[in-house]
């Protein structure tokens, strides 16, 4: 499992969650046929841009078969123009993976 934590620039809040709306179909399917979640986190500190104004955090869950099948797609993303706006709208980002135990 990744999940992923996108810190999104201040005051481009909405603009993204239109545009996370009308591009997600692209996230789905390299997911695919693994799980694809996001939403804004709301239990975070919140933290100041540049400019003074509080910056929001989107967090991303996605299955996968592997780490390396996750960087591999992951890498296709960064290089695809069909993801540039995840570029273009956050200030950064942290990723992470984790295994799901079975006990």
């Known amino acids: 499992m990744a999940f992923g934590r996108y810190f999104i620039k201040a005051g481009t809040k909405d ?5 996370f709306a009308a591009e997600k179909h692209h996230l789905v399917e390299i997911a695919r046929p693994r799980p694809f ?6 239990d975070r500190e919140r933290e100041e841009g540049v400019d003074g104004a509080e910056k929001d955090e989107f967090v991303i869950f996605t299955g996968w078969d592997s ?3 996750h960087c ?6 960064v290089g695809s123009k069909k993801f540039s706006w995840i ?5 950064g980002a942290e990723i992470g993976h ?3 135990l079975e006990l």
């Open 67 to 69: 780490v390396a099948h």
């Open 87 to 91: 570029r273009d709208s956050a200030d």
């Open 37 to 42: 979640r996001g939403g804004w986190r709301i």
């Open 72 to 77: 591999a797609s992951l890498a296709e993303m």
């Open 98 to 100: 984790g295994n799901r």
């Open 15 to 19: 603009k993204f969650a239109e545009i």
